[in-house]
């Protein structure tokens, strides 16, 4: 092999590392979470005013984040449940595995899908009376990417919630270390 195809393979080799690398945190406040996105997301404005999303690309691959307040006494089953039956839906997809997970204490699910075009993974989570939903999509006929454990396992709560349920005001820039990190409690495997 020549002297420059090597340079150029650890160029590449180089470049890819270099961009898997380039995962930016995430932090929004008024939804009490971060996540680590690929890009910078953009925000996605609904017909839904209680509806909040963010989506970024890496590639084919697509990555997002919604949450919505649901009403007073929600059962989280049905919430989950229904978003994920939606979600599916939506796509065409059946689900493939599944299992219940939570973040601090909160409960909800991991799910694995796969459509007539896309396969993907949801993590979906009822925290108090907010609802997250997690996505990583990528085309069907693709291997399962690395980056949908990176970014569902990146998922974190920026403050717990006060005994009314509610999350507490976002701290001020000077308090912010004392803001706590929730890790989530399953790990997305691989298939």
Known sequence: MSASRVLALAMLFLAATFAQAEWKEFSFPDGNFKVVF??????????????????ATAGVESYGIAYADCSPGTDWKSAVDGKRNSVVSRLGASVVDEKRTSIEGYPGKWVRFVGPNTRGELAIYLVGQRLYLLHAFAPKNSRRPKNFSKFLNSFRLLSSLNRSGAAPKTPSAGNQSRSRMIRVNVQVGKQ
Do not use: D, Y
């Open 38 to 55: 690929p890009e910078s997301p953009q925000r996605l404005r609904g017909t839904r005013q209680n509806l909040h999303q963010f989506s």
